[in-house]
């Protein structure tokens, strides 16, 4: 229908009825679980099929026109290599490598000119996160209405973001195009030094946006400042710094976690205000589920590779998470708006967007909960999962690599069935290696 060539998905209802690069990022890996990819694919399929000529991707596919369309970072890459974890397919890989080469050259070329590994954010509205203090810390003036590039910050989740692209793009050149491998190999680790260099502070034990004329990071906390750990870029090192931030009550760890910006913010303010009017889309405090997937599935990292004692903390994160997505705490009358209250878990119904989805939650279940992480091309899975207090639970129906997999959680024990047989259990918090015949 119209420019919808492939299955898609729109971020919501209303205004959001469409598809929109933001949240594509976050339906690829909801669809990554059905046991068909074709919808999954789609939603990469139908950006990279209006691509502009000078390849960055539209912000939005609109059904009968693309005049104008606006632009948004999106983490193209780790979507990508999510979905390809769960069903591999070389000739998917190929048809989509030359759309994203052209992409992360423009991206390169356009928002790294300075060649520093890290990229730059133009506009406030750009990373789907207005009305920040990160912001105001390069211009005053920053929260002007408008798309005009009229700032220039090398964003953190947007470096994020690019890490995971040239990173995707080495793995995928390495099987589509070998030549092209030392390429990306080089791009990626420029910017993962970057990363770890410039964008962390040691002193204050956090990764932060970089003001590009100081070079220096600005010290503004922001939930995206947490990104990197779901990164292999945060080790042992970095470990401590999430511990003294995320779980602050005064900064993150509010009774919903988490919000937008730190409790301690001068501009914080959990009821959707920024400089005493409300807005539609604050990002000066709000809890916004998008941000919540992504640090969950990084606090899930930490967990297993660096800090099991955190685990109860994960499984309350992922409860009140949960929890907030419904009305009253009743788990019969879920709800998805954009955004909630960080103390009372309220959600945005003043903006009356009650059908709305950028951010990923069946995903964080199969994950963490269950367990499930597939290897990807290689074969087979690690099941390992997170003790987070649950005490039965059980997952049916998927499939990953084209194998039926089961996993069911009694108490302490997990098992494991493949395509129906028993293929192994184990002790919830210890991973089990399964390699597919």
């Keep these: 229908m119209g420019n919808y060539r492939y299955p898609a998905v729109c971020e919501g209802i209303g205004h959001f009825h469409m598809p929109i690069t933001y949240s594509a990022q976050c339906h690829m ?23 502009n000529p000078d390849g960055s991707l539209p912000g939005r596919v609109y059904v009968d026109h693309q005049r104008g369309p606006d632009f948004y970072h999106a983490d193209w890459g780790g979507a990508l290599d999510a979905l390809e974890a769960v069903h591999p397919d ?81 793995r995928l050149a390495g099987r589509v195009s070998p030549g092209d491998v030392g390429r990306w190999r080089e791009a990626g680790s420029r910017t993962g030094r970057a990363i770890l260099e410039k964008m962390w502070d040691p002193a204050a034990g956090m990764f932060f946006d970089v003001n590009p004329r100081t070079a220096r990071p600005t010290s503004v906390k922001a939930a995206v400042c947490f990104y990197p750990y779901g990164t292999d870029l945060a080790d042992a090192r970095h470990v401590a710094g999430l511990e003294q931030h995320l779980f602050e009550p005064a900064e993150f760890w509010t009774a919903y976690p988490v919000p937008s910006s730190s409790v301690d913010d001068p501009l914080f303010n959990p009821d959707a205000e920024w ?142 069935k493949i395509d129906g047989r028993a293929a192994g259990e184990g002790n919830v918090g210890d991973p089990l290696t399964i390699a597919f015949g």
Excluded at 33 to 39: E, F, R, S, V
Aim: proline residues 6%.
């Design 90 to 170: 070389p000739a998917f890989e190929a048809e989509v490598y030359p759309g994203l080469v052209r992409y992360a050259a423009w991206l390169l070329r356009t928002r790294d000119a300075d060649h520093t590994g890290m990229i730059d954010v133009v506009n406030q509205f750009e990373t789907g996160q207005e009305y920040m203090s990160r912001y105001q810390a390069v211009d005053p003036e920053a929260d002007r209405v408008g798309w005009e590039s009229r700032i220039r910050l090398k964003g953190v989740d947007v470096t994020v973001y690019a890490y995971r692209l040239l990173r995707s793009l080495e």
């Design 275 to 416: 400089k005493g009017k409300r807005h539609n889309c604050p990002w000066n405090g709000r809890v916004w589920p998008m941000t919540n997937s992504h640090i969950i599935d990084a606090l899930a990292r930490v967990v297993r590779l660096h800090q099991g004692t955190w685990a109860g903390k994960l499984g309350h994160l992922i409860r009140q998470f949960a929890r907030m997505m419904t009305f009253d705490g009743d788990p019969e009358r879920p709800n998805s708006f954009e955004h909630y209250h960080p103390h009372t878990g309220r959600p945005s119904v003043y903006r009356g967007i009650d059908d709305y989805l950028h951010s990923w939650v069946n995903d964080l279940i199969v994950s963490h909960v269950m367990g499930v992480l597939p290897d990807g091309p290689a074969g087979g899975l690690t099941v390992w999962p997170v003790p987070l207090g649950v005490g039965r639970a059980a997952l049916e129906g998927v499939r990953v690599a084209g194998r039926g997999v089961a996993v069911a959680i009694d108490g302490g024990r997990f098992r494991v």
């Design 29 to 51: 890996r909801e669809l990554r679980w059905l046991a068909d990819p074709t919808w999954a694919r789609g939603v990469l399929r139908t950006f990279l099929a209006h691509q």
